[in-house]
């Protein structure tokens, strides 16, 4: 069933959006962070909406992550994505503290993802990116790396710049209408959302 479409009003407020970057490393001062500029810098070019950011760098710590993502939903955040912590490795717990605050699981993002990366790396298959829903918000894990990051948001294109696989973000207006969230609008040269006809608001 389509959502009711909320008002141009209520879309015109700024967009709460979660930004979590997690690495016990950087965390604690040995490199710079760079999980947190790389998705602001992404969501800035592929979002029409005002955007408020909740950013948040902590370490690999299942509790603490379960914990940051309940706050930032419990803060009317419509959106949370991580980056780092979805690899193989002992302290790799994202996957682990996404599920464990989950009301219902999202699998097709994580496919998405790993179908995205394998066509750089055959170590993609490693990768175990989750995405799930909690309350009103979509919280979506994603790779470390600011390149990847970029890549399974926005998808690949050849050499034209025409599409050639759909990045993930493509999906995530529609998810967030239908979860009860703000209507987010991108702009179609980063990344082109898709909607049913019925799902789209005409143009002011």
């Known amino acids: 069933m389509t959502p009711p479409a909320p008002h141009r009003s209520e879309a015109a407020a700024p967009v709460r959006i979660g930004i979590v970057s997690i690495s016990d490393r950087a965390s ?46 419990d803060a009317a955040c419509a ?7 979805t690899g193989p490795a002992p302290r790799d717990l994202t996957p682990e503290a996404t599920l464990a605050v989950a009301e219902k699981e999202m699998p097709g993002f994580g496919e998405q993802m790993r179908r995205i990366s394998l066509a750089f790396v055959p170590t993609a298959i490693l990768s175990r990116q989750v995405a799930v829903i909690r ?65 789209r608001q005409p143009k002011p």
């Not at 959106?79 to 912590?85: D, E, R, S």
């Not at 529609?174 to 006809?197: N, S």
């Open 79 to 85: 959106l949370v994505l991580t980056t780092g912590g």
């Open 135 to 199: 309350g009103h918000c979509l919280i979506i894990n994603l790779p470390g790396q600011p390149k990847a990051i970029a890549q399974t948001l926005e998808g690949l294109r050849d050499g034209d710049g025409k599409s050639v696989q759909d990045g993930i973000f493509a999906a995530v207006p529609y998810c967030i209408d239908l979860i009860g969230g703000p209507y987010l609008e991108t702009h179609d040269e980063v990344c082109a959302a898709f909607r049913p006809q019925s799902a």
């Open 28 to 73: 604690s001062g040995v490199y710079p962070d760079l999980g947190l500029p790389a998705l602001q810098d992404w969501l800035r070019r592929a979002l029409k909406n005002p955007i408020h950011f909740e950013p948040r760098l902590i370490p690999d710590d299942q509790a603490g992550i379960s914990a940051t993502l309940i706050e930032l939903v």
